[in-house]
């Protein structure tokens, strides 16, 4: 069903509800769309006509199936029929959208995504609603959060780009031809208007690319959330074809991409900040300050920033600047979008979103947004500023040319259309405008030449390959990449010589998509040469793309080790037996730190090579080791301890200059391979008095913690001679779930609730007795510390209840000792009912009180944070560092500030920048209201009935690392899980709020507040 509603709205400046934006001097903030012209705006863009087309929201939080089956939101088309800047008209476009997140107008038609992909919309009969849809582009999942597809962009080569998150795709050309990607990793796509072509221009494991913008040369820019896990950060990436970014944590979504070395750097770094929708501006309405500057809307801290671009190498850098604030807690900005006079509108959503928002616990439908204009005072923008005047139909491709270097950007763009459209018949006038003085003039001609794309277009572009000016020169480069112009082939060798590294990064793009491998000397060549990341990348890349394994064999002699290197990486991507283990492993001994280091980085990732991995480290240990040689050693111990003839060469040979706590770690980090005559280096090593050499061997017991290790652990931690940490540690590993505790140990565990020992080592011991069976008396004494247990602590003690004797004393002393506990309000009411009916009745019933007044905690928690707002005013933030840092409320057990901290919570080292103190207070009493993204629980459960429960901060292609809520990393392999389940719920407890006082939440906040 296609909708068809319009509405008139009243003058925006009588709304109820225009929110206050702060902007640099000499600029004006001017409300011109407000409700119920629009409500819950999200992305949006204009037409040649100056419609703004907008994605608007229902205002609804849904999954993916319940977004899928009601489809509540539209796109809605904005007016201004009286041309004074302000929108006084609104008329739904389309209806029946699950999630429309982008919009770009191309061609006649609005293309616009929204799961499972990209439309194409058309309003045939001229009445401004679509009365045509069609799915051009499928297959991208969702779950309803936002993190997904985003789109499109219309790049000036004439393809449509979009963004997918990491949420898995099967992508088919045409919707049903040949299979373009399937994976989980996100991506930036591309297509032809018409669908055909997609094609995956980059990628790797960020959660979710949000914006696109290019600027006149082509250079793509785009804003991510959750670049990378830890520290947590967002950024401005300067995307390349082929380039590889983190999350570095995601190693399966990693190994979906074709590597050229490292992970690609942004642009800037930028917190977490949420950042959404970004623009480039290309008028010159603003000034030379803010030419080449990106600006983009941050959704957690109520900003518009703006990054000023600085060519350094092949790529650029910035670092963000803020442009725009608003102070209301209920303003999200989501997009900035440049007008044709060349003020900027920026998009307000409103508070309605709270799927994975860290700022928003609960939605507030009634904050409903808004869309507003930012220009400077007085700017008078230029007349028929769109050249609506102009005779487009008529013009002659003369006439036409003549207006690709007009100061009115949209103009220039409509004027590219238009020659594109004429075709052949503009290609004489094109190749004439390539002799013109103006940049914008010749660098336009060069893209209309690429989107005509015929072969006289593309030997018009050629001519453009050795133009003075090196941007008009990357132009003519990218033409040759999008129309594969196999003639441009010896003029693109010529070009990887370049003054310019951006000439040469796309030189070498389109030399790789023609694979001509006569091109393959000179990449060689310019790879030997060092570079920046981005555009060692590009050459590398290129030699993969060709991928002719017998010109890049050659490269393996070349003199130069960087060439070396770029042919070894190249070939260890091609498919198929092409790279040997023989010169990879002499290049290991290489003096070129970055050719050693890429030599390992190959090596371990080819299990296959045992036999050659063995006869290198029996020859690299014979002697002393360097700190170089010590670390691939030490890599490719712990990569190939799995290959039997590593483990025969540890066996038959002691090798005594390979360091014992290098081989432990080794043992460490392989949980899926065991060798029974590692048994007596960790028994022996464990009873060692060297403290460094003991814990090495207790972090190797931990993997493999099955294998018969319990006496001799028990023993360690019983030793007094030993440190406290690690007699513990041994405890731990010693206790088994139901395992039976003695005496010494047992008052080892309590002590640190006695003695008010750190947060960390009250941890550690409550996991430890938590997974004991404690006897009668000892259940009946750890009830005496429980009333001084902090929160999470007190939720790990209550296990042990699960298990022993269940008499009525016990439960009387447990339920009156929880009473008492200021950290009762962390327990989730669920344990407390599980514990409580393994006790006689009435046990259950004399509790149900208790268990009562934590749920109505739960069920009042708008209430709750409202009190609290009032009763933790005026903290002071130095008071609240001091407290946090002492281990109050055990923030630390699980948060980092700076280096100091756990991390199985969010970094809060820059937490003020993105919430207020009712947000703060709202996580910490209720923490499973949101969960941020990357910190979801999960349920593992193996095969032998072990079940643990943490976040999931990485994983491999065989291993699951299970982060614990007492901060220890559990590799878990995954041939041996059963079932991993996410779970709805925070691993921090609730109720954080209770255990402090008000005094001492207030100091908290305001210190959680200063950090920026």
Same mark, same amino acid.
């Given at each position: 069903m296609i909708a068809s509603a319009v509405a008139t709205a009243q003058p925006p400046a009588a709304n109820p509800r225009p929110v206050a934006i702060q902007v640099p001097a000499g600029f004006e903030v001017i409300p011109v769309a407000l409700p119920p012209l629009v409500t819950f705006p999200m992305l949006g863009n204009f037409d040649e006509r100056g419609r703004l087309f907008v994605a608007e929201n229902a205002g609804v939080n849904l999954d993916e199936k319940e977004l899928d089956a009601k489809r509540p939101s539209c796109i809605t088309m904005l007016e201004d029929t009286d041309g004074d800047g302000i929108f006084d008209r609104s008329t739904v476009f389309a209806d029946q959208l699950a999630f429309p997140m982008g919009a770009v107008w191309h061609e006649g038609a609005l293309f616009v995504t929204s799961a499972p992909g990209l439309w194409r919309l058309e309003d045939r009969d001229g009445d401004g609603r679509a009365d045509s849809r069609a799915l051009?582009?499928?297959?991208?999942?969702?779950?309803?959060?936002?993190?997904?597809?985003?789109?499109?962009?219309?790049?000036?080569?004439?393809?449509?780009?979009?963004?997918?998150? @990491?949420?898995?795709?099967?992508?088919?050309q045409n919707g049903g031809g040949a299979l373009v990607s399937k994976g989980l990793g996100a991506r930036i796509w591309s297509c032809r208007p018409d669908g055909s072509d997609i094609q995956v221009y980059a990628g790797g494991g960020m959660d979710n690319p949000v914006e696109l913008a290019f600027n006149q040369e082509g250079e793509m820019f785009g804003t991510v959330n959750i670049f990378q896990g830890s520290p947590r950060s967002d950024a401005i990436l300067h995307w390349v074809h082929g380039g590889v970014y983190p999350r570095t944590d995601q190693e399966p979504v990693i190994a979906e991409f074709k590597r050229t070395g490292d992970l690609l750097p942004p642009v800037a770094f930028i917190g977490h900040v949420a950042p959404a929708g970004i623009a480039l501006p290309r008028s010159e309405a603003w000034g030379a300050d803010y030419r080449n500057n990106l600006l983009y809307a941050e959704f957690n801290t109520h900003r518009i920033m703006r990054v000023p671009l600085e060519r350094t190498g092949a790529t650029y850098r910035g670092a963000a600047q803020v442009f725009a604030t608003a102070a209301d807690s209920g303003v999200h900005f989501t997009d900035v979008i440049e007008d044709a006079d060349g003020s900027l509108l920026v998009i307000d959503t409103g508070a309605w979103f709270r799927r994975g928002c860290p700022t928003s616990v609960v939605s507030r439908p009634d904050i409903t947004g808004g869309i507003y204009r930012i220009r400077r005072i007085g700017a008078r923008g230029p007349a028929d500023p769109r050249g609506n005047a102009i005779a487009w139909t008529a013009s002659s491709p003369e006439a036409l040319t003549a207006l690709l270097g007009d100061p009115r950007y949209v103009v220039r763009d409509r004027a590219v259309a238009e020659l594109v459209k004429r075709g052949a018949a503009a290609v004489p006038a094109l190749t004439t405008a390539l002799e013109n003085t103006h940049y914008l003039v010749r660098s336009n001609a060069v893209w209309a030449l690429t989107r005509i794309g015929s072969p006289a277009a593309q030997s018009a572009a050629r001519r453009a390959l050795p133009d003075h000016d090196a941007r008009i020169r990357e132009v003519a480069c990218q033409s040759a990449f999008i129309t594969s112009d196999s003639h441009?082939?010896?003029?693109?060798?010529?070009?990887?010589?370049?003054?310019?590294?951006?000439?040469?990064?796309?030189?070498?793009?389109?030399?790789?998509?023609?694979?001509?491998?006569? #091109?393959?000397?000179?990449?060689?060549?310019?790879?030997?040469?060092?570079?920046?990341?981005?555009?060692?990348?590009?050459?590398?890349?290129?030699?993969?793309?060709?991928?002719?394994?017998?010109?890049?064999?050659?490269?393996?002699?070349?003199?130069?080790?960087? #060439?070396?290197?770029?042919?070894?990486?190249?070939?260890?991507?091609?498919?198929?037996?092409?790279?040997?283990?023989?010169?990879?492993?002499?290049?290991?001994?290489?003096?070129?730190?970055?050719?050693?280091?890429?030599?390992?980085?190959?090596?371990?990732?080819?299990?296959?090579?045992?036999?050659?991995?063995?006869?290198?480290?029996?020859?690299a240990v014979a002697g002393t080791l360097e700190p170089a040689a010590k670390e691939v050693v030490a890599r490719l111990v712990a990569a190939f301890l799995s290959a039997q003839e590593v483990r025969d060469w540890l066996r038959a040979s002691p090798a005594p200059a390979l360091d014992p706590v290098l081989l432990l770690d080794a043992i460490a980090g392989a949980p899926n391979a065991w060798d029974e005559s590692w048994r007596e280096l960790l028994a022996s090593s464990l009873r060692s008095p060297d403290t460094h050499r003991a814990q090495a061997a207790l972090r190797a017991i931990a993997t493999h913690r099955q294998r018969g290790f319990s006496a001799l652990l028990q023993d360690v931690g019983r030793d007094t001679s030993r440190p406290a940490a690690m007699r513990v540690a041994a405890l731990r590993l010693a206790t088994g779930v139901g395992t039976e505790m003695d005496a010494g140990s047992f008052d080892l565990l309590l002590g640190p609730f006695v003695v008010g020992g750190t947060p960390d080592a009250r941890l550690q011991a409550a996991t430890v007795l938590a997974e004991a069976k404690l006897n009668r008396a000892q259940l009946l004494k750890l009830t005496d510390v429980m009333p001084g247990a902090g929160p999470v602590e007190l939720q790990q003690l209550l296990d042990a209840f699960q298990r022993g004797p269940a008499d009525?004393?016990?439960?009387?002393?447990?339920?009156?000792?929880?009473?008492?506990?200021?950290?009762?309000?962390?327990?989730?009411?669920?344990?407390?009912?599980?514990?409580?009916?393994?006790?006689?009745?009435?046990?259950?019933?004399?509790?149900?009180?208790?268990?009562?007044?934590?749920?109505?905690?739960?069920?009042?928690?708008? =209430?709750?944070?409202?009190?609290?707002?009032?009763?933790?005013?005026?903290?002071?933030?130095? @008071?609240g560092r001091a /407290?946090?840092?002492?281990?109050?409320?055990?923030?630390?057990?699980?948060?980092?500030?700076?280096?100091?901290?756990?991390?199985?919570?969010?970094?809060?080292?820059?937490?003020?920048?993105?919430?207020?103190?009712?947000?703060?207070?709202?996580?910490?009493?209720?923490?499973?209201?949101?969960?941020?993204?990357?910190?979801? =629980?999960?349920?593992?459960?193996?095969?032998?009935?072990?079940?643990?429960?943490?976040?999931?901060? @990485?994983?491999?292609?065989?291993?699951?690392?299970?982060?614990? /809520?007492?901060? @220890?990393?559990?590799p878990v392999p995954r041939a041996t899980i059963t079932k991993q389940e996410p779970i709805a719920m925070s691993l921090m407890p609730p109720g954080l709020d209770r255990a402090v006082e008000p005094k001492v939440l207030a100091d908290l906040v305001a210190f959680l507040r200063s950090l920026q």
């Open positions: 051009v582009a499928t297959g991208f999942k969702s779950n309803g959060n936002a993190a997904d597809v985003h789109g499109p962009f219309l790049h000036p080569n004439g393809r449509l780009y979009w963004c997918h998150g @990491r949420k898995g795709h099967e992508v088919y441009a082939a010896e003029a693109l060798i010529a070009r990887l010589g370049d003054d310019s590294p951006s000439v040469q990064r796309e030189a070498a793009r389109a030399l790789g998509r023609l694979r001509n491998p006569k #091109a393959i000397p000179a990449l060689g060549a310019a790879a030997a040469i060092p570079h920046d990341p981005i555009l060692t990348h590009a050459l590398i890349y290129a030699l993969i793309e060709i991928d002719s394994p017998a010109e890049t064999q050659a490269l393996l002699n070349h003199r130069e080790p960087l #060439a070396r290197r770029a042919a070894m990486i190249a070939l260890d991507a091609s498919a198929g037996e092409k790279l040997g283990a023989a010169p990879v492993f002499a290049a290991l001994r290489d003096q070129e730190p970055a050719l050693r280091s890429a030599a390992l980085k190959i090596a371990v990732r080819h299990p296959e090579w045992g036999r050659a991995a063995a006869d290198y480290l029996a020859t009525a004393e016990t439960a009387a002393r447990l339920l009156g000792q929880l009473t008492k506990s200021p950290g009762r309000w962390g327990v989730r009411p669920q344990t407390l009912q599980a514990v409580f009916l393994r006790f006689p009745p009435p046990a259950h019933e004399n509790a149900g009180p208790l268990i009562a007044e934590i749920m109505n905690q739960n069920a009042a928690k708008d =209430a709750r944070v409202t009190e609290l707002e009032t009763l933790a005013g005026g903290g002071d933030p130095a @008071r /407290a946090f840092f002492a281990g109050t409320g055990a923030c630390l057990t699980c948060h980092r500030v700076g280096d100091t901290g756990g991390v199985l919570g969010p970094d809060l080292s820059h937490i003020g920048r993105i919430r207020t103190s009712r947000d703060l207070l709202e996580a910490i009493s209720f923490p499973s209201a949101t969960i941020a993204r990357g910190y979801e =629980a999960f349920q593992v459960t193996t095969r032998d009935g072990n079940s643990l429960l943490g976040t999931i901060p @990485r994983e491999t292609s065989d291993t699951v690392f299970l982060l614990t /809520a007492d901060g @220890r990393e559990n």
